[in-house]
């Protein structure tokens, strides 16, 4: 009888213990978060705060979640928005990207990350260049030799516009595999067909895209990675070379994080970053991160600003080079 007495007890016990443990008894750190979107629905942003969102108020650590949706001006528009109305805006969270350094830079808008409040970098997609499957070049010393024996038939494409990401990433690499960038022959498309279409003619002879395009595209049997931007390799093509290891010193990220209004109070801005940190370690995030292909890539407060700084001194430099800035 004592022993069965003992084991109820455990049960209960353990019971209890779960109970704690589970999502819907998590500790709420944030009661709300509106997020505002500097883009339509359906985009990068869009995905971002929403399934942001979504994890942080299944796990618990969020009472509720809000988004709006606010297009314009490249993202100024809601940057504009933010800044215009601090004081009624403590509870909003503002996603962007590697854009608002690069449309700062070039004055597509007046404002940029000086000028908001900086809360987290949460994910990032790695940039990669590909080659057509049933291309002869396999390796970035291949691509080198390749436009060291004919510069003008080694064309690199991108689906960003002159000065856009797929162009600096490309420029980026071959200035930091000794080649001038100035002289990389680079080609717009403005759709991920067409620039396919242009690599297996032979038109462009690789393709400067997003890691996570890659690993589809790679997947799929249409290319073959040749070079990702990561510091180490990545779990999700982990037979695809980072750059580093074939002697091209350079790593690029395109990050996608959180901004708050200027003058928000260090409390909320406290519970904003425990809240994301938090995010991290909950089966809800990993769901949600695992779907979209994201990569963890977790800077908060100082250290975001260190790596916008070092971001914006690097593409800064190579802008002014190619003639942007």
Do not use: C
């Amino acid at each position: 009888m004592t022993t069965f007495n003992l084991g109820r007890r455990a049960l209960i016990a353990a019971v209890a213990a779960i109970g704690l443990v589970g999502p819907a008894a998590s500790e709420e750190v944030v009661d709300s978060i509106h997020f505002l979107i500097p883009g339509g629905a359906g985009g990068g942003w869009d995905g971002t705060a929403r399934g942001t969102g979504e994890a942080l108020t299944n796990a618990g650590l969020v009472g509720t979640a809000s988004y709006e949706n606010m297009s314009g001006g490249g993202g100024g528009k809601a940057i504009g928005f933010l800044i215009e109305n601090a004081d009624s805006n403590h509870g909003t969270l503002m996603v962007n990207s590697t854009p608002i350094v690069i449309r700062s830079l070039t004055g597509v808008f007046p404002h940029n990350f000086r000028d908001l409040t900086l809360v987290s970098g949460t994910i990032g997609d790695y940039a990669a260049i590909v080659v057509g499957k049933d291309s002869p070049i396999n390796s970035m010393a291949d691509l080198l030799a390749a436009y060291d024996a004919d510069p003008g038939a080694t064309a690199i494409g991108g689906g960003s516009v002159p000065g856009g990401m797929d162009h600096l990433v490309a420029a980026m690499v071959m200035e930091a595999a000794g080649k001038d960038a100035l002289g990389v022959k680079y080609i717009p498309y403005d759709a991920g067909g067409k620039a396919m279409a242009a690599l297996l003619s032979g038109e462009i002879a690789a393709l400067s895209t997003g890691f996570s395009e890659a690993v589809d595209l790679a997947n799929a049997g249409e290319v073959k990675i040749i070079g990702v931007t990561a510091e180490e390799r990545v779990d999700a093509a982990p037979d695809a070379q980072t750059m580093k290891e074939q002697g091209i010193d350079t790593t690029f990220v395109n990050w996608r994080g959180f901004f708050a209004a200027p003058g928000l109070p260090e409390d909320k801005l406290a519970a904003y970053q425990q809240a994301i940190a938090k995010m991290y370690d909950t089966p809800e995030w990993e769901e949600v991160r695992a779907r979209n292909g994201w990569v963890n890539i977790h800077n908060s407060g100082a250290d975001f600003e260190a790596f916008l700084e070092g971001q914006e001194q690097q593409i800064s430099d190579l802008m002014k080079k190619l003639g942007f800035l």
